[in-house]
């Protein structure tokens, strides 16, 4: 077995990268198969879905929640003409996270070598939070897919001297950023990797500063030329210049600016700006900004850990200290330490771009930290090659397959769980609630809707909604004013807004359609109201 593994630099890791691409699939294929329900805020995206398979394109862009467009318009394009686009969402995630680990392992293989590209990809298809976002409504997986092929196709540009390559990594940079509006930190980013890398490469016999000034040049002309037709749009709508309209980001267009019912969306949205705070003083901002700062970075490693679901955490934690030991020996070489620099940059820049930009909030969520993640992943790759021949090393035959095997099977183990956990099973009321409106109300026009959340408006078929805030009193009027028919929600939700929501009820206003009990916690209770006529006089 010795033998055979190191000879795998010849052609026979193309067999075992092909298993792996297999694994990589058939994992993200069981995620999706026990997952229930679209994932929260799914239903923007499969509504901008809809609007780019219709050909309302303006609509599908410009959205009151500001997503970017790429993720959406995949899905509408595997629709292939049909209305299933929920289906369409899972099987483009499913295929776009394999297909990120085609660039990942070759990114790997010409910074470390063929053995480590190996395993850094199984850490990859096997990594509990990747396969389960693979396998989900998420615009995560496309977004890695095309982060590591704008990564690759520059790094090669870079090492191999071949600025032409600089188109690619462009257009991949604009489709990351058409996915997510963080794929715009690629244009800063890459530039300050390249340079860093070259302190280290520039005496490689062959290396020209030319041509890395080529190279950035011809990728920044791509990615802002193939970026510019979103800018623009933004610009149409809004009268401004701008790279996006989320309001997370900071500079950006406000969200206020969005009219929903221009586009036939309906919630709740005011288009008055709150007025803002008063402006705390420079010592207090400092203080303000040190604490919310710190408690982000804390917030960083404890998703970082979290996002590796501790099998994958000790390996790339032992891997980084081998690598620090060797290079303490200087068993490193500079050439290659620029190589592996580039890689640690990537990971430490993306890193703190979100400590920058999520700090202070409170739904920070773990994928948010993945793409740092996942660059981390082949010195967990280093470990387990240097790890696995070391083993063979032993006198012990037995002893030395054993190890290495070993470690792959804690791998294996470590991402069954989250294969057969089922994904909001206990919300499955949520469908049957929304088919249950449908029925009642007939596919001719949209039923109006107050919900408490929106994935029951997207399953009831209705986009004509409103976001439920405020009293039971509230409510009504709300009602009235909107001439909503039906008012769905988690029973929770209701008594939330309103401890009294069950008792106020009253039987002339709101007929009670549907109660489930779904659990003996009530947790995920649907309640199902006809309005009558009689709120709305």
């Known amino acids: 077995?010795?033998?055979?593994?190191?000879?795998?630099?010849?052609?026979?890791?193309?067999?075992?990268?092909?298993?792996?691409?297999?694994?990589?699939?058939?994992?993200?294929?069981?995620?999706?198969?026990?997952?229930?329900?679209?994932?929260?805020?799914?239903?923007?995206?499969?509504?901008?879905?809809?609007?780019?398979?219709?050909?309302?394109?303006?609509?599908?862009?410009?959205?009151?929640?500001?997503?970017?467009?790429?993720?959406?318009?995949?899905?509408?394009?595997?629709?292939?003409?049909?209305?299933?686009?929920?289906?369409?969402?899972?099987?483009?995630s499913m295929v776009l996270s394999t297909l990120a680990v085609i660039p990942f392992f070759y990114l790997v293989k010409d910074v470390f070598d063929v053995r480590v590209a190996l395993f850094t990809s199984l850490l990859y298809a096997l990594s509990p939070r990747l396969l389960q976002l693979g396998g989900d409504t998420m615009n995560d997986s496309s977004f890695h897919l095309f982060f590591l092929c704008a990564v690759t196709f520059f790094w090669y540009g870079f090492r191999k001297q071949k600025p032409w390559l600089g188109i690619f990594a462009g257009v991949f940079a604009t489709c990351a950023y058409l996915t997510r509006v963080e794929g715009i930190f690629l244009l800063v980013g890459l530039c300050f990797f390249s340079f860093s890398a070259w302190l280290f490469m520039r005496r490689a016999e062959g290396f020209r500063l030319s041509k890395l000034i080529s190279l950035l040049v011809i990728f920044i002309a791509a990615h802002l030329v193939s970026s510019l037709p979103y800018i623009h749009q933004i610009k149409k709508f809004s009268g401004r210049w701008h790279f996006t309209m989320k309001s997370s980001m900071p500079g950006t267009v406000s969200p206020y600016y969005i009219?929903?019912?221009?586009?036939?969306?309906?919630?709740?949205?005011?288009?008055?700006?709150?007025?803002?705070?008063?402006?705390?003083?420079?010592?207090?901002?400092?203080?303000?900004?040190?604490?919310?700062?710190?408690?982000?970075?804390?917030?960083?490693?404890?998703?970082?850990?979290?996002?590796?679901?501790?099998?994958?955490?000790?390996?790339?934690?032992?891997?980084?200290?081998?690598?620090?030991?060797?290079?303490?020996?200087?068993?490193?070489?500079?050439?290659?330490?620029?190589?592996?620099?580039?890689?640690?940059?990537?990971?430490?820049?993306?890193?703190?771009?979100?400590?920058?930009?999520?700090?202070?909030?409170?739904?920070?969520?773990?994928?948010?930290?993945?793409?740092?993640?996942?660059?981390?992943?082949?010195?967990?790759?280093?470990?387990?090659?240097?790890?696995?021949?070391?083993?063979?090393?032993?006198?012990?035959?037995?002893?030395?397959?054993?190890?290495?095997?070993?470690?792959?099977?804690?791998?294996i183990g470590g991402s069954i769980v989250p294969l057969i956990r089922p994904k909001r099973e206990d919300q499955v009321l949520m469908i049957e609630a929304g088919r249950m409106i449908q029925d009642l109300h007939g596919k001719a026009e949209m039923p109006r809707l107050l919900v408490t959340r929106e994935k029951f408006a997207f399953y009831a078929g209705s986009r004509s909604y409103e976001a439920i805030r405020g009293s039971y009193e509230q409510i009504l009027n709300i009602a009235k004013l909107k001439k909503t028919e039906y008012i769905v929600g988690y029973k929770r939700d209701f008594l939330n807004l309103d401890p009294s929501w069950i008792e106020k009820i009253e039987p002339e206003k709101l007929t009670l359609l549907k109660i489930e009990n779904s659990d003996p916690e009530e947790v995920y209770d649907v309640l199902v109201y006809r309005v009558q006529d009689v709120v709305w006089n």
């Open 1 to 92: 077995m010795s033998t055979w593994y190191q000879s795998l630099h010849k052609s026979k890791w193309k067999l075992v990268f092909g298993l792996i691409l297999v694994a990589t699939f058939l994992t993200r294929l069981f995620s999706y198969l026990y997952t229930y329900l679209i994932a929260t805020d799914a239903e923007y995206f499969l509504w901008m879905a809809q609007d780019f398979a219709s050909g309302s394109y303006t609509d599908a862009i410009i959205n009151p929640r500001a997503y970017h467009p790429l993720y959406p318009f995949l899905i509408s394009l595997g629709t292939f003409g049909t209305q299933a686009f929920a289906a369409s969402a899972f099987w483009v």
């Open 259 to 411: 009219t929903p019912e221009k586009y036939g969306w309906s919630n709740l949205t005011d288009e008055t700006p709150i007025a803002p705070p008063a402006k705390p003083s420079r010592i207090e901002r400092i203080k303000n900004e040190s604490g919310v700062f710190l408690g982000s970075v804390r917030v960083f490693f404890k998703y970082s850990i979290r996002g590796g679901d501790y099998a994958h955490l000790p390996v790339v934690f032992f891997g980084s200290l081998f690598f620090i030991y060797e290079l303490k020996k200087k068993r490193i070489e500079a050439q290659k330490m620029g190589a592996y620099l580039f890689l640690i940059w990537v990971a430490m820049f993306w890193g703190a771009i979100f400590v920058t930009l999520y700090r202070g909030r409170n739904d920070t969520d773990v994928r948010y930290y993945l793409t740092s993640w996942i660059f981390l992943f082949p010195w967990g790759g280093y470990f387990l090659d240097r790890l696995t021949l070391l083993s063979f090393r032993l006198k012990s035959k037995a002893l030395g397959n054993f190890i290495p095997i070993t470690c792959v099977l804690i791998l």
